[in-house]
């Protein structure tokens, strides 16, 4: 299997999983809590739209030039440093905060709000606990150079 499927797939049954049927399922539940700001919401949309189209971009980078997927068990082979990692470390999970933070805003939820913050916690520890030392120990100097460059989670713009 290419590592396109493989990562196609993987979008499907993860991402797809956490920034659509998640977010769905709490605000069709008794979870829902709402809050009112009027055509305000729809600032949601372009923050819902840069983090999806961020995390595509990366998912193709790690398919075409890692030669391999976003998933911990099939994880690139090539360390990516190119596109979105030219700005930011972590730009898929920066993605994945900017849709749960838009659809927060956009249908007025509160408790969507909770899951996007439940969710860069989340990944922010799984990046510091995980990520970050198997990618030392996989990548050394050239990932340990990265990290003096390139910035965790709040882009900065390329030297």
Known sequence: MTPLLKTLIFLLLVPVTGVILIPRWILL???NRTFEIGNWNLLGAPLIA???????W???????FGKGTPAPIDPP?????RGLY?????????GIALILSGEALFFESWSLFGLA???WFAQHLFVLLYEEPVLKQKFGAEYEAY???VPRW???RPK
């Open 77 to 81: 082979k090539v360390f990516v440093s």
């Open 29 to 31: 539940s008794g979870w």
């Open 117 to 119: 913050a439940f969710v």
């Open 147 to 149: 990290l003096k460059t």
């Open 58 to 64: 990366c998912f193709w980078d790690f398919a075409t």
């Open 154 to 156: 709040l882009p900065k």
């Open 86 to 94: 030219r700005w930011v470390r972590n730009p898929m999970y920066v």
């Open 50 to 56: 840069l983090g999806a189209a961020g995390l595509l």
